[in-house]
């Protein structure tokens, strides 16, 4: 089973729209989680720490669950600059994260 | 602030060829040096962590290697490429404390021919 595992997509929305979209981890004793954001061919970027409480930054909204072992990532009024892959990220250990396969979303005009 | 450097950012090699890439950090001390490798449409591979000066961890058997001379300075290398290793190479950074969140450099873009 793999560590991180994130629906692929694509998720096509228009302008405007919400998009949310899940990962889950198999590691229990995880302690940090995170979404990272990829544009094509460029490097990882962070995006959001995630915290047990649930957090906002602007229109993103991550939320943990970590009964369900799940992370949640919610984009409001999306923008054509959303547009991008975005990584469900966990650290299981103190040295090493690790990265889900990403999930593509594609913002459409 | 800190600012991560990877070079050369393009780079094609032959078959058998060997193989250098340099990543270093500036604005901070003690990171936490990662090098990972993304396949084409593949998530992130991590290939080599290190946790200080000459302390090389290994995840992935294969022919490459890692050295880190200097606190803020990652090799990547290899003696005879293969076509295999063609991929995005991406050294990231951590601080060696508290949140453990990565910070990526810009890659390095590997074709193998």
């Known amino acids: 089973r793999k560590e991180v595992e994130q629906d692929p997509g694509p998720f096509n929305v228009p302008e405007g729209a919400t998009v949310a979209f899940n990962c889950t981890y198999s590691?229990?004793?995880?302690?940090?989680f995170f979404w990272y954001r990829q544009d094509c061919r460029k490097e990882p970027k962070l995006l959001m720490s995630?915290?047990?409480s649930g957090n906002e930054d602007g229109r993103f909204t991550a939320q943990l669950n970590r009964a369900s072992q799940y992370i949640s990532l919610l984009i409001r009024d999306s923008k054509l600059s959303d547009s991008a892959t975005y990584l469900c990220?966990?650290?299981?250990?103190?040295?090493?994260?690790?990265f889900g396969a990403g999930t593509t979303v594609t913002v459409r005009a | 602030s800190q600012t991560i450097h990877q070079w050369p950012a393009t780079l094609v090699q032959p078959v058998g060829s060997p193989l250098s890439l340099e990543c270093t950090v500036e604005?901070?001390?003690?990171?936490?040096l990662y090098w990972y490798r993304q396949a084409a449409g593949r998530g992130l591979q991590l290939l080599f962590y290190?946790?200080?000066?000459?302390?090389i961890s290994s995840e992935v058997p294969q022919n490459l290697s890692a050295s880190r001379p200097q606190d803020r300075q990652f090799i990547l290398s290899s003696k005879k490429l293969l076509l295999s290793d063609s991929g995005f190479y991406l050294c990231?950074?951590?601080?060696?404390?508290?949140?453990?969140?990565?910070?990526f450099g810009p890659g390095t873009r590997l074709t193998v021919t």
């Open positions: 990231a950074w951590s601080p060696g404390t508290g949140p453990n969140e990565q910070y």
């Open positions: 290190s946790v200080g000066i000459g302390q």
């Open positions: 604005g901070t001390s003690n990171p936490n």
């Open positions: 990220v966990v650290n299981p250990n103190d040295y090493k994260l690790s």
């Open positions: 995630v915290y047990s």
């Open positions: 590691n229990s004793a995880s302690q940090s």
